[in-house]
């Protein structure tokens, strides 16, 4: 952590965990001895303002403390300064949302001291990003964890919705609700890996990390730095009975087992809707609810990111 670095902290990201956490933050970086500024943001978008003009006021680390949406408000700040400017200051991350899938996926512990440290004694290593366009963002909008197409992008919107429930659990009370109602599976089109194909689909996960929703490992093997995107897609319609029993799969990383899933490791992935609409997001932030076409591709070693030199130890030791 040479240099100056800027702290973006979202005060309602966890439902206010990130406000009370803010104490415990900046008196760990006045221990580490360094200079540092800690900017609360202010409204939807601030983080991307703050991160893109990080590299202009002279930080060389950009760490953002918040939830999976705060990351990919600050990773979209960062790559516009890389567009910009050709360069973009280190991305560091304090875990400190609701599901925390982002940094699960690049081995940050979800602990905030833990996560401190990572960025006291961890190194900067290259990140892939995800990049998608379509939808409400004809111009692209990039992404550090995944994509969720369907199923589980309503989960998320039903999730935010309510009042009752934190973190993982909020997940699952939007999964049950999501079976409630139950839309209709839409008639799509996807290419990709060279071959295309039509099928009807309730859900797809086109993800650079491992998880989504705090619980559910839709790419239990994924890599944050292998130059692919690791796609879960279910390949016909199911009965609501079969969506239960694959989302406890998911809960365990197990539905590549199951044969209404198909899986495969993409650089880029296209879909289109001929008939009904794509509901869409990334990192839970919405990319369209009546999408006709997208498409997605990884973007090898986009940034550069302090992470666990070991994430594989850290997963394999948060799994037990």
């Not at 890389?82 to 979800?110: K, Q």
């Not at 839709?218 to 390949?235: F, H, K, R, T």
Request: glycine share 12%; proline share 5%; net charge neutral.
């Amino acid at each position: 952590m040479d240099g100056k670095l800027l702290v973006i902290l979202n005060p309602v990201a966890g439902k206010g965990r990130a406000r009370a956490e803010r104490p415990v933050i900046e008196d760990t970086f006045r221990t580490f001895g360094l200079p540092f500024e800690l900017r609360e943001t202010e409204a939807t978008g601030h983080a991307t303002v703050l991160a893109a003009n990080a590299f202009d006021r002279g930080f060389s680390l950009v760490v953002a403390a918040g939830g999976d949406g705060t990351c990919n408000e600050v990773i979209n700040g960062l790559m516009e300064s890389a567009r910009e400017r050709g360069t973009a200051p280190v991305l560091g991350v304090i875990p400190v949302g609701r599901g925390n899938d982002f940094g699960y996926g690049a081995g940050i512990p979800s602990d905030p001291s833990s996560a401190l440290q990572i960025l006291r004694s961890g190194r900067a290593q290259s990140l892939d990003l995800g990049r998608i366009v379509g939808g409400d963002y004809p111009q692209g909008r990039y992404f550090g964890n995944g994509v969720g197409i369907g199923f589980d992008t309503i989960v998320g919107l039903e999730a935010s919705r309510n009042r009752f429930f934190h973190g993982a659990l909020s997940y699952v009370y939007g999964a049950l609700r999501t079976l409630v109602i139950y839309p209709e599976a839409p008639d799509l089109r996807v290419s990709y890996n060279g071959t295309e194909r039509s099928l009807r689909s309730p859900q797809i996960s086109i993800m650079n990390g491992r998880r989504m929703g705090g619980t559910f490992f839709m790419a239990p093997d994924a890599e944050v730095s292998d130059g692919l995107l690791d796609l879960c897609m279910a390949v016909r319609p199911l009965r609501r009975g079969e969506m239960v029993r694959l989302m406890v799969r998911y809960m365990k990383g197990t539905q590549a087992q199951s044969d209404v899933i198909e899986t495969d490791r993409v650089p880029r992935f296209h879909v289109d809707a001929p008939r009904g609409g794509l509901v869409c997001h990334v990192d839970g932030e919405t990319i369209c609810t009546d999408g006709k076409s997208l498409e997605v591709e990884c973007v090898e070693s986009a940034l550069r990111m302090i992470r666990c030199s070991e994430p594989r130890l850290y997963h394999d030791s948060s799994r037990r």
